[in-house]
Structure formats: C-alpha cells, structure tokens
C-alpha cells in the first residue's frame, strides 16, 4: 500500500446545503443516509444535475495518478470507478459523504475488503504512514511481508492490514510478479504508468 497524499475537501462538499439549513452538505447527506432504512445502497445526490459521485470521482482519481488507493494496481477500468468508503457506509452512514472516508480503489481491493473494518486499518493517506515503517516486499515471492521486531502497537496496525486487505492474494502477488518482471530492467519507463508503483522505489 503506497502512501498517498489526501487533497483538499472540494468546496461542493463544505458548502451549506441551504439558506435554510447552513449545516455543510456532506453533514446533511450524512444525516439523511443514516435515516435512511434499507443502507445496502446509496444514490448520491444530484448537485446542477450532476451526481455528486462523478463531481468527486476526477478528484480523487487524481489523488492517486489514477492508481487504485490499496494496491495502486494500474489503470483502473470501468468495474473500478466506484467510490470506495473506507468505513463502510452502511455501518457509518454519517460519513458516506465524509471526504476524508472516501477512496478509488480497484474491484479486486474493493471485494477483498468489503465491509471490513477495524480501527487499526491503516489508512495511505495518514499523515504517520509509510510502507516500509510497516511492510517489506519481498522480491523472490513477490509477497508483502511484515517487518520483523515491529512494536507491539505498530505490530498489530500491520496484522490487521495484512488480514482485511489481503495482500497477498494469489493474483495480487502474480499481477505484483508480473509487472515487476517487466519492468525492473526498465528505469526509464514513467513511473507513473507503473502497476504497484512501490516495488521499484
């Protein structure tokens, strides 16, 4: 998981939703969710005929050079443009519009983790996390690995991560092998246009 840098709230979600209800937007669609009696879905509002999903989708695709948020698989298709809710919305429906809570992430990272969730999850876009204070890649089984002799506070931030996220997926490693594989002998190639950009830095 490659640390990633969280943009600014975008304006849209901090507006007040009305001259009637100046609570900022995100707030209110929180709270109408959270009433809201079958959670399994949730159709986001329309802002000037826009759904606010496409609105925040370019956003935070640019966040991650359209990379996945979790294993910065590379490009992300159609099946991958949902937006993903790192606390899932239907246990936390006030944050189904939190912008700190919302994430692009591939189909396969975004099944694996489903509804999990745990408050030592970590997040790439914390400000304290870095993959290798946590991680190591290993290069002969293109697995990644926990570091050894972690404090016992970080040692369980990084089970737990391992566990939900499922790093080590029999094709999360093959498409890690793969693309590695292809490009080590490569220094040249944009970096950017790389699958699991982390394995080469």
């Known amino acids: 998981m490659r640390k990633i840098i969280r943009k600014p709230c975008p304006t849209i979600l901090l507006e007040p939703y009305s001259r009637k209800n100046p609570k900022p937007r995100w707030i209110v669609y929180g709270e109408r969710y959270a009433q809201q009696a079958n959670r399994s879905y949730y159709k986001y509002p329309k802002i000037d005929k826009k759904k606010l999903s496409h609105l925040l989708l370019p956003i935070l695709m640019e966040q991650t050079d359209d990379h996945c948020s979790y294993c910065d698989g590379f490009p992300l298709m159609n099946a991958d443009t949902t937006i993903e809710h790192f606390k899932p919305k239907a246990k936390f429906p006030m944050d189904v519009c939190n912008w700190e809570n919302l994430y ?4 396969h990272c975004q099944s694996v983790k489903g509804e999990q969730f745990n408050e030592l999850l970590l997040r790439p876009d914390d400000i304290t996390y870095h993959f ?4 190591f890649y290993d290069y002969t089984e293109h697995k990644i690995k926990i570091l050894p002799n972690l404090p016992p ?8 991560t391992h566990e939900i996220l499922a790093f ?31 394995i080469f830095e």
């Open 104 to 107: 692009v992430a591939c189909a």
């Open 132 to 135: 290798e204070a946590y991680f």
């Open 153 to 160: 506070h970080k040692l369980e931030k990084a089970k737990k």
């Open 168 to 198: 080590n997926h029999k094709a999360m490693v093959e498409s890690r092998r793969q693309s590695y594989e292809g490009f080590w002998d490569k220094p040249d190639y944009p970096s950017v246009l790389l699958k699991h950009r982390f």
